[in-house]
């Protein structure tokens, strides 16, 4: 089963904050290219960033890659500045699947105070406004996911990730959410009803809505509340294309006062085999 999974589904499929159970396959190799331009709000620059990503699959249940990303906020437009490194490492429990297949899910953060690529949403909005380190301090972070996931269909896949995240430089532990679909509305087929990969552009259109936001920390306690975190609502469509290609585009909208207007999401990655 775990095999059988589509190319290109390694992860997150449409999405771009939520993870799912598909991992990438053995000896398999990705490159891929993400932005971001975030509408902020709130008096706030707007800004722009890039992720670029290099991911391998080293066994059919452990993925590993690593992230460079440059960001620029358009209040200072003359150049990109180094946002941040990351090292992010999956390992799926069972090869089989399970009612929720579950997958495990670190990643180092070295993170400079220019960062804004919107990787995921932790924490409150209601902090002091100087930390003991301040916020000109370059931070350095391990974030945590519990990742689950189900193929409800072969073309509908749904997913939740709980996330955790600890500041090293202060101690606070950061916690945060995403849920989802993913739902493949379109695929390549021949006249037999075979999907017919080879001959097709567009192998495959895949719709992915997410919903993710803050939780909390250790420090104040755990909240929803619309006025203390924020909530974000995703809507993103994914297409794979002939040759191992695929591109993406999306949207992310700020569902609480604190949360950003709007980022639109853009993301083109290549597969070798």
């Keep these: 089963m775990l095999a059988s999974a589509s190319p ?61 990303e440059t960001a620029k906020t358009f209040e200072d437009d003359q ?9 992010e490492n999956r390992y799926r429990l069972f090869k089989d699947e399970t009612l929720l297949n579950p997958v495990l899910y670190a990643e180092y953060e070295y993170k400079k105070p220019t960062s804004r690529f919107m990787r995921s949403v932790v924490g409150r909005t209601d902090g002091e406004e100087e930390e003991e380190h301040g916020e000109e301090e370059s931070e350095h972070e391990l974030e945590t996911k519990l990742i689950l996931g189900r193929d409800i269909t072969s073309n509908l896949n749904v997913a939740f990730n709980m996330i955790q995240e600890i500041n090293f430089m202060n101690g606070l532990w950061s916690f945060g959410y995403a849920g989802g679909l993913n739902y493949a509305f379109y695929r390549a087929y021949d006249q037999s009803g075979v999907v017919d990969l080879e001959e097709a552009g567009i192998q495959k259109l895949t719709l992915g809505l997410e919903v993710y936001g803050g939780l909390g920390d250790s420090e104040k306690g755990l909240t929803l509340s619309g006025s203390k975190t924020e909530q974000y609502l995703g809507v993103n469509l994914r297409a794979d294309l002939k040759n191992e290609m695929h591109v993406g585009i999306g949207g992310a ?14 993301t083109v990655g290549y597969e070798f085999e």
């Design 253 to 266: 909208f700020g569902l609480t006062d604190n949360s950003e207007d709007a980022v639109a999401r853009l």
């Design 79 to 87: 150049h990109y500045d180094f946002g941040s490194f990351r090292w």
């Design 8 to 68: 290109g589904m390694a992860g997150q499929d449409a999405n771009f904050v939520l993870y799912n159970q598909h991992m990438e396959e053995k000896g398999e190799t990705e490159v891929e290219i993400y932005s971001d331009y975030s509408h902020v709000g709130n008096g706030e620059s707007n800004y722009t960033a890039q992720l670029y990503e290099i991911e391998y699959g080293v066994t059919d249940l452990f993925t590993t890659s690593i992230y460079l």
